[in-house]
Nanobody
């Protein structure tokens, strides 16, 4: 059974940093991409960043480029999202997702597996 378990969310002041983790289990993910999405109340789920397991290719939403960094530790089957210079409008539930190589990064419906989400709150 595939599981994606996020952790690391919490409350941070504007301008602060958080690092989210996503522990993946239940299958081999070498042919998958991993991504982070976020969803604020009343808004659609939006792509934040993605990475391939094997090649380390990354993709970022324009709004987070230069502030967020996605990385993976293959030995631990874990993907990370380092978030710096956080803004109040980035408060949301952050989700980890896994999809087969070839997915269009930002299309949430192309991802096969999802975590339960972790709440990020940014105070102004």
């Amino acid at each position: 059974q595939v599981q994606l378990v996020e952790s690391g969310g919490g409350l941070v002041q504007a301008g602060g940093s958080l690092r989210l983790s996503c522990a993946a289990s239940g299958r081999t993910f070498s042919s998958y991409v991993m991504a982070w999405f976020r969803q604020a109340p009343g808004k659609e789920r939006e792509f934040v960043a993605g990475i391939t397991w094997s090649g380390g290719v990354t993709s970022y939403a324009d709004s987070v480029k230069g502030r967020f960094t996605i990385s993976r530790d293959n030995a631990k089957n874990t993907v990370y999202l380092q978030m710096d210079s956080l803004k109040p409008e980035e408060a949301a539930v952050y989700y980890c997702a896994a999809g087969r190589l070839g997915v269009y990064w930002s299309q949430a419906n192309q991802y096969d597996y999802w975590g339960q989400g972790t709440q990020v709150t940014v105070s102004s």
